[in-house]
């Protein structure tokens, strides 16, 4: 499992999310979710009692209790705790900081970003419970870059997509070697960081 956990109520939705990862949400049955707990499948039941809603009800009490502390996880000492370091070195800090979140968590990271697609409720507790928390925080860091000349000036939101664009890309070169065309781990990174500083464009 991805995470050490401590609760049955944990145990059942880490075994969840690491079977629908396997075979899709629709394919998971609830007998195969108490094996792999560890667990009866009546306790299932009397965490998640409504057996139409049972699947479902477990993949937002993931999202609902879970995703926060992993994907903000690191965040705030990132971008709030680290005044001695440069802005190259917060941006590739935040990059790897990512890349190993994303390694560490991916059974749930796929789940969640395909059933989002399919479920109004789950892609509203996405964009309102996730999103904003860490948005604001590296908002807050663009907006006191420019506020003390350090950044030009543009709205924080777009630098904020930009970043997160690139760690993303980061992620995806470094999964893909093909598409990294032999560049390291840390030269994707570094990269990434000097472009979103200093552009693309010739000086």
Known sequence: MDTKLETTEER?????IEIFAQKGYNGTTTKEIAVKAGVAEGTIFRYF?????LLHGIL???????VP???????VEIFDHNVEKSDREILITFMKNRLEMIQQHFSIIKVILNEVQYHSDIEDLWFQKIIPPIKGIIDRFFAEGMR?????QYHPSILTGIM?????????LQRYEDLAE??????????????????????
């Open 60 to 66: 937002y009490k993931a999202i609902e209790v879970m």
């Open 164 to 172: 997160v664009g690139a760690a993303i890309m980061s992620i995806l």
């Open 12 to 16: 059942i939705i880490q075994a969840a």
């Open 148 to 152: 003390k000349g350090r950044f030009r």
């Open 69 to 75: 502390k992993i994907a903000g996880h690191g965040i």
């Open 49 to 53: 009692p409504k057996k139409q809603d």
């Open 182 to 203: 032999g560049l390291t781990k840390e030269e994707i990174i570094e990269q990434m960081a000097d472009v979103l500083l200093n552009g693309i464009a010739k000086k």
